[in-house]
């Protein structure tokens, strides 16, 4: 018979009587150590929602008691099924009367408080265990209030349960329990205790974590067993195993007991992970159902805190998990895959997939064999539950068994998509195939045939949802499907498109393989329909809509849509300009509430990368369609009643907040920078004198002042720096010289200047002669900043011509000097366009500046060099 332990002592109480003798007046007796009211004030009935978990405590509090002090003390005879019926106030008795407002009877809150007394007073567990069992014995669960329920669990505390925990997996000989039942009455406790959120966070509870998540991936397994099954055992293993029934006195060391065990537990999930136990196999490692859902509820519940995923992060949860699943351990898929899921969602998933590759990747593969395998509504739900478990498209974890996974789920659901389907059916497998084209594209999807058929079934799926009469409210499980038919259509416009107007059959990489010219012209009908319905949905959006999530996907599409494709649906597009504006004007300018949204740019799993939002984002993708529609009169006209320069002018200067002022610091490339200016360039070209006029175009001229000479000193930012240039110089030729010999402003003689310090800067002769090379600074860009180099020629010329004191500016910081050189130094120009232009600003430097025209004829003169080749120079300067 094993030894008591001393501190499961009962209290003193009045001996049991015979067993088939309990009287009334006995049990009263026997509760009077409790100074518990009488019989007919008792209810059995347990108290509030957080105690649901606690009706299995009750019996193994019993069992507890019962085990380690014998029969004779007060709980074995709580235990017994005559004194339950006498406690629950026998036949024909009358529960007390309830107060008015339905709270606890003042006797009840005596017993109550006397209980919460023993509970803060106790001094060794089984005073602990029998004043929480007359706690839930006595105390309805109608009448207990939230600050009630608080008090009691702070008057438990979490020291019992840790102890509990340690010791089962400990695996001490002399607790009195067996580790099974320890392991049940602990993670009961807990689970009970955890519902509350102030318990759940708390630094006690969190220490339990790593023991728990050890318990849900290796079953129970104590710590013994384990060091048997690695054969790595250690003198006075036992000897702690025993000291690990804590006394009262060690109390204090429960956390640190604590995270001694959890270190065992993890090495043992990690031996596990790598084959060196087989517990897989062994029936005994099965964890019972009731414990496998105590600990869950404790996982759940620390997840649902502000910062409970890293909590559970950070203590090993999906290594853990991810065992449970591949173990088939007790509610793993039904529960631990939930969980896991929700660690995988949001801001966390790109740092879960960074730390734990392997595991998710072998996760993921046994989740697309299951999904395979599946059949009828199992495979229908496994759609949604396979979407939480991609990796995210920012995160490297490309791989044979990545793509192989891809392949197989493609594969299960080709014939699911060539089905007759309902909408509720079909909307989980389009978002599905929607996140595996973000990952993978379209060559692993199948053949064109069925990558048509793909594009068909989303954008009938939108116009079915969106040609909706005015008024009618989307669903947010359609508004979700929907969402994942606009990822789909994105991915096929840009094939398509390249396909339809290129006129050629052959396919760009990554494109839908082997796809005709015909069938890319049948794709391309059918997404004009399906945005023809996102522009009507558009229509009928009220401001007050416009810090919708759904809004915005539906905005982004249609740009996206808008980027590649305006000469279709001319009319409609001119139509909704006045939204699309007014719809980018409000987030940028702040105008729309963000929280929605913020979260939205947060959890969404697309080909951009996540970033917190700024309220530029809606513009940004709108920047493309503007580029082309500002080139076009019609389009051009409405934007110019929008004001639209304005409100490129504005996402330009809050653009440039951040490059500015960052001396030996690498720049970020901002595209949409360069798009808006393109944009811009347009405006200025075709609208002379709504440039001279609008006031946003002077504020414009002061932000590239200030940028310009700054960005000269950016190698990174040269195709940038290359835009503001051509921009500052366009403008410069559109005004007059100051009347009278007035002063120039001294923004204007910056910009100015900076402008030939950069263009100065492009080309490279070398030391002797040869045709002249392109500078190593400029060689990386020059493809995309040539043309735009040629036209700031262009314009320089312009500039001298309108502003003639141009002219001693390009004398004085030395670039007539420079570009002459240059040209009778080498033998030819990278290509003619780039001879014209330079050419052409000669020539009106010849014109407008005597000091330039004998410069450059007395050049000329030598009779070397590219300056031979330019004839209208020659006339320019006089020299024959």
Wanted: aromatic fraction near 4%.
């Amino acid at each position: 018979m094993p030894r008591r332990p001393s501190d499961l002592t009962p209290p003193k109480m009045a001996a049991a009587p015979p067993s088939n003798y309990l009287s009334r007046d006995w049990c009263v007796d026997i509760l009077e150590p409790f100074s518990l009211v009488p019989r007919d004030s008792v209810d059995i009935s347990l108290p509030g929602s957080a105690f649901e978990l606690l009706p299995r405590v009750i019996y193994l509090l019993i069992a507890a008691v019962i085990m380690a002090d014998s029969a004779h003390g007060a709980m074995a005879l709580l235990a017994q099924p005559a004194v339950n019926e006498q406690l629950a106030g026998g036949d024909g008795g009358e529960g007390s009367e309830m107060e008015a407002d339905g709270g606890l009877t003042d006797a009840q809150a005596e017993v109550l408080e006397r209980c919460l007394h023993a509970l803060r007073k106790a001094q060794n567990d089984s005073h602990t265990l029998a004043a929480l069992l007359l706690i839930t014995r006595l105390c309805p669960a109608s009448q207990l209030d939230k600050p009630t329920l608080r008090r009691i669990f702070e008057a438990v505390g979490l020291n019992l349960p840790a102890r509990l925990l340690v010791t089962a997996v400990k695996g001490s000989d002399n607790s009195g329990l067996p580790p099974q039942e320890l392991l049940s009455l602990g993670t009961a406790l807990l689970a009970a205790l955890s519902t509350d959120p102030d318990m759940a966070c708390h630094p006690q509870l969190l220490t339990t974590i790593p023991l728990l998540l050890g318990i849900l991936a290796n079953g129970p397994v104590t710590r013994q067993e384990q060091q048997e099954t690695q054969d790595q055992s250690q003198d006075g293993e036992a000897g702690r195993g025993a000291e690990s029934k804590v006394h009262p006195q060690e109390r204090s060391s429960t956390e640190s007991d604590a995270a001694d065990v959890a270190g065992s537990t993890g090495d043992q999930i990690e031996a596990d992970s790598e084959g060196k136990t087989s517990s897989e196999s062994s029936p005994s490692s099965k964890l019972d159902e009731a414990v496998a859902s105590d600990c869950y509820q404790v996982l759940t519940a620390v997840c649902a805190l502000s910062r409970g995923p890293d909590q559970l992060l950070s203590r090993g949860a999906v290594p853990a998990l991810c065992q449970a699943v591949e173990q088939n351990q007790t509610f793993s898929h039904q529960r631990g895959l939930a969980l896991l899921g929700r660690l995988l969602s949001g801001k966390t998933k790109d740092k879960v997939w960074s730390t734990n590759p392997e595991e998710l990747l072998t996760l993921l593969v046994r989740l697309s064999k299951d999904f395979c395998q599946a059949t009828g509504q199992t495979k229908l739900d496994m759609c949604a539950q396979l979407v939480q478990f991609l990796p995210p498209a920012g995160v490297s974890v490309q791989s044979e068994e990545l793509k192989g996974a891809v392949v197989r789920v493609w594969g299960a659901l080709r014939p699911m998509l060539q089905a007759k389907l309902t909408p509720r059916q079909i909307g989980p497998i389009l978002v599905l195939s929607a996140c595996l084209l973000d990952l993978h594209g379209w060559e692993p999807v199948g053949p064109p045939k069925f990558c048509c058929l793909l594009v068909n079934r989303a954008c009938v799926e939108v116009r079915m949802g969106l040609e909706e009469p005015p008024g009618n409210e989307l669903s947010p499980e359609l508004q979700h499907t929907l969402t994942g038919c606009y990822r789909i259509m994105e991915a096929a416009i840009e094939q398509a498109c390249c396909m339809g107007l290129s006129q050629t059959p052959e396919a760009p990489p990554s494109s839908i393989p082997s796809i005709s010219l015909q069938q890319s012209r049948q794709v391309l009908g059918v997404l004009e329909e399906a945005f023809s319905a996102l522009m009507y949905h558009l229509q009928q959006v009220e401001p007050s809509r416009y810090g919708d999530p759904f809004i915005f996907a539906t905005f982004r599409s249609l740009c996206s849509w808008l980027a590649e494709e305006t000469s279709c649906l001319k009319e409609e597009v001119t139509g909704l300009l006045p939204f699309l504006i007014g719809y980018s004007r409000s987030h940028l300018q702040g105008e729309s509430p963000e929280e929605g949204l913020s979260a939205w740019m947060a959890e969404v799993s697309v080909r951009e990368e996540r970033a917190a939002w700024t309220g530029r984002e809606a513009l940004r993708y709108l920047l493309p369609a503007l580029c082309h529609l500002s080139a076009e009169e019609g389009p051009r006209k409405v934007l110019l009643t929008l004001d639209t320069p304005a409100l490129l002018v504005d996402f330009l200067s809050r653009c440039w907040t951040a490059p500015k002022g960052r001396s030996g610091v690498a720049s970020a490339r901002d595209p949409s920078m360069e798009t808006a200016c393109s944009a811009l360039l347009n405006f200025t070209v075709t609208e002379p004198e709504r440039v001279r006029k609008d006031q946003s175009f002077r504020t414009l001229e002061a932000l590239l002042s200030e940028a310009l000479p700054v960005l000269v000193h950016k190698p990174r930012l040269l195709v940038l720096a290359a835009n503001f240039c051509t921009l500052g110089l366009m403008i410069g030729r559109l005004k007059v010289a100051p009347s009278g010999g007035g002063s120039v402003e001294g923004g204007q003689r910056r910009l100015f200047s900076a402008a030939l310090r950069f263009l100065r800067s492009a080309l490279d002769s070398g030391s002797g002669p040869g045709p002249v090379e392109v500078s190593p600074a400029w060689e990386e860009s020059w493809d995309e900043a040539a043309e735009l180099w040629r036209l700031c020629l262009q314009a320089l010329g312009g500039c001298v011509r309108a502003q003639p004191w141009i002219a001693g500016l390009v004398r004085e910081e030395g670039w007539l000097k420079h570009t002459l050189a240059m040209l009778s130094r080498c033998s030819a120009l990278p290509d003619q366009h780039t001879q014209q232009a330079l050419e052409e600003a000669l020539c009106a430097m010849a014109d407008q500046c005597p000091g330039c025209k004998k410069e450059i004829g007395d050049a000329m003169r030598t009779n070397k060099g590219a300056l031979m080749c330019m004839k209208n120079l020659k006339k320019s300067a006089g020299v024959k």
